[in-house]
Structures are given as structure tokens and as C-alpha cells.
């Protein structure tokens, strides 16, 4: 009997985990096809959307490692649950945004913030829920899911969009994130591994700022007004995660708990299923945001 009930509270577990990431995935696409909308009902340009879109990606990568690391302090599930909270009041914001810059706060950052913290959590819970063959048809679940979700994003944020408003798209992830609270409560809590003064926090903030300033560099180019300020957040961006590498070096020869193992690097196999996966995602990005905004003058002129 307690077998079966085990078994039972494992299942709910993998649904709230999988619901979890499949809804952090599908947020980083099912814009994309609602950009001329976006445009038109916020009263602003093609770049501020760009920026928008980019920001949600950027603010949860620049944190993943955080993220990653206050769960050990906080406890997974509290993780998990601190990031659900933030990501549904971004949700909210997001949904009833009236300018950009609303929509850039509730879906960018808070939403940015809230999957940072989740999406590292969501891992380790199956990890430490399951065992043997069970965490091997979880793990396999969760990641097939993660890429369902980018599959059904454009289909789902095209339907919305179409016939009804972008709005609802943030509104479906509000009770997705309701369903994941209420049912919280079957996912096993795991003690805190670490406590805050042995946070690399040194190391979290070069490799935040770093990576934030990079890629703020890189969208600088777009405008030719601000190429002359470009180099400066990207030779600055560079210079930080250049530290932050030597910053982790350093504490694993003295013992100490580092955001990152680099030596995985030298494993030519990571490092190269990692340079495959950055340009699969450079392309897909670069085609699910030129596709919707140039289509509909592409079709225009030839019907």
C-alpha cells in the first residue's frame, strides 16, 4: 500500500515538474508569432520587441547559475516555489501590460527570474525523487516535453493571437502556474546542502553581469546610432566571464563549492554537444523572429 502510494505521489510529481518546464520552454516562442500584434496594441516598434524577447532568454540564462546554487541554500522545493510565485505574478503583469515597458517588466524580468529559479529546481527534484529506471523515464519525459513545448509554442501563440488576443497566451500560463501551486505540496522537500556564506557570490555576479552585458552589446548593433558604444558592454562582458573562468579554477583548487564545474569543458564531447546546441538555438531564434515579421508583407505583395 505504501509502495502504491509512493508511486502515485511520484507520477503528480512528474506532472507538476513537466507543466513547470513546459511552460518555462513554450514562453520563449510563442511570442515570436505575435510580434506585429505586440506592435500595434502597445504602440511601439520592431526593436523594443526585440529587445522584450531577447531580455526574457537573457535574464534567465544570466541567472540559471544562481538559481542553480540557491537551491542547495534555500532547499529545492522552496526554490522551485519562490520561482513559481515570481514567474505567475509576471504572468499577470505581462497579460494586462498597456506599453512596453510593462510587458518588458512582467514577461522579461520577472518571468526571466522566476524560470531562473525553477528550471534549474525542476532537475534535481526528479533527480532526488527518482531512482534507477523511474528517474531515467522521468529525465527522458521532462526533456521530451522541454522540446514538444518549443514545437507547439509558435502553433499555440499563432491560434491565440489570430482569433483571439496575446493576452490569453500569459493568461494559460497563470493557471498552468496555479495548477503547480496547488498540487506543490505531493513534491518531496529536500534539506538545504549549503548555507549562504559559502555562496560564490563573486562568481554570480561576473558571470550575471558578464553574460547581461554581452548580449546587451550585441543587440547594440543593431542600430547604427549605437555602434560606437557596442564593443564597450561586449570587451567589458568578455572580461567578466574571462574572470569568472579563473573565479571557479581558483575555488575548485582550494575545495571550495563553485556556480560551475569548468573542468567539464575539457571533455571534448560536452563541449561539443554544447557548440551544437548554441547554433541549433542561434537558428531557430533568428528564423521564428524574421518568419512572423516579414510574412505577412512577403504574402501581401504576392496576393
Do not use: C, H
Not at 62 to 91: C, D, E, H, P, W
Not at 261 to 273: E, H, I, N, P, Q
Amino acid at each position: 500500500m505504501d509502495q502504491e502510494l509512493n508511486t502515485q505521489r511520484g507520477w503528480l510529481t512528474l506532472i507538476i515538474v513537466t507543466l513547470s518546464i513546459f511552460t518555462i520552454v513554450i514562453d520563449k516562442t510563442f511570442m515570436n508569432v505575435a510580434i506585429s500584434s505586440l506592435i500595434r496594441d502597445l504602440n511601439t516598434n520592431i526593436g523594443m520587441i526585440q529587445i522584450i524577447i531577447a531580455t526574457y532568454s537573457l535574464t534567465m540564462a544570466s541567472l540559471m547559475l544562481i538559481g542553480g546554487r540557491l537551491q542547495n541554500i534555500l532547499g529545492r522545493k522552496r526554490t522551485f516555489l519562490t520561482g513559481a510565485t515570481i514567474y505567475g505574478v509576471g504572468t499577470i503583469i505581462a497579460a494586462l501590460s498597456i506599453n512596453s515597458y510593462m510587458l518588458l517588466f512582467g514577461w522579461s524580468i520577472l518571468e526571466g527570474i522566476g524560470a531562473a529559479l525553477m528550471m534549474p529546481a525542476t532537475t534535481s527534484i526528479i533527480s532526488g525523487s527518482y531512482d534507477g529506471e523511474r528517474r531515467a523515464f522521468a529525465l527522458g519525459i521532462t526533456s521530451s516535453m522541454a522540446s514538444g513545448a518549443g514545437t507547439v509554442g509558435p502553433i499555440i501563440g499563432g491560434f491565440l493571437t489570430t482569433f483571439y488576443t496575446w493576452r490569453y497566451a500569459f493568461g494559460l500560463e497563470l493557471i498552468v502556474i496555479i495548477i503547480i501551486v496547488l498540487f506543490s505540496r505531493e513534491i518531496t522537500r529536500f534539506p538545504p546542502t549549503m548555507k549562504w556564506g559559502e555562496l560564490n557570490l563573486v562568481g554570480a555576479v561576473n558571470s550575471s553581469v558578464g553574460i547581461f552585458l554581452f548580449v546587451i552589446g550585441i543587440l547594440l548593433l543593431n542600430d547604427p546610432q549605437t555602434w560606437n558604444i557596442a564593443p564597450y558592454p561586449i570587451v567589458i562582458g568578455i572580461i567578466l566571464m574571462i574572470i569568472f573562468y579563473f573565479n571557479q579554477k581558483s575555488r575548485m583548487k582550494q575545495n571550495k563549492e563553485p556556480l560551475v564545474d569548468v573542468s567539464l569543458f575539457k571533455d571534448r564531447g560536452f563541449t561539443l554537444a554544447n557548440i551544437a546546441r548554441l547554433i541549433m538555438n542561434f537558428t531557430i531564434g533568428g528564423v521564428l523572429f524574421v518568419i512572423p515579421v516579414y510574412s505577412r508583407a512577403f504574402w501581401a505583395q504576392i496576393l
